[in-house]
Nanobody
Framework: QLVESGGGWVQAGGSLRLSCAGS????????MGWFRQRPGKEREFVSA?????????YYVDSVKGRFTISRDNAKNTVYLQMDSLKPEDSAVYYC??????????????????????WGQGTQVTVSS
């Protein structure tokens, strides 16, 4: 089970930190990802972090340099620090857990269908 928190309303240029808490002793064995979904749009990849030590992370180009993903396995939690927020970042943000696959570039993590578990989502609204 995954539970997101930390969403809310913020002005453009502001920051939010999203958290995704997992349950169970196998949290560290999952790759973790953040996606977002705007009304009428498909779920869009935002960021992902590799299983265990989180040594590898991935970002969609539009958030590089502004968002940072991290994980704390002792707390069964993955974070998404979002800085310099823009109105176009407004969406419902979801975290997902994926069983690691063999991949030289982690491309499967950009596909929501590769994820095995999802949270319920948290709304982020950025006003201009």
């Amino acid at each position: 089970q995954l539970v997101e928190s930390g969403g809310g309303w913020v002005q453009a240029g502001g920051s939010l930190r999203l958290s995704c808490a997992g349950s169970g002793r196998t949290f560290r064995s999952y790759d973790m990802g953040w996606f977002r979904q705007r009304p009428g749009k498909e779920r869009e990849f935002v960021s992902a972090i590799s299983w265990n030590d989180g040594s590898t992370s991935y970002y969609v180009d539009s958030v590089k340099g502004r968002f940072t993903i991290s994980r704390d396995n002792a707390k069964n939690t993955v974070y998404l620090q979002m800085d310099s927020l823009k109105p176009e970042d407004s969406a419902v943000y979801y975290c997902g857990a994926a069983i690691p696959r063999t991949s030289y570039d982690g491309s499967y993590l950009r596909n929501p269908h590769e994820y095995d578990h999802w949270g319920q989502g948290t709304q982020v609204t950025v006003s201009s």
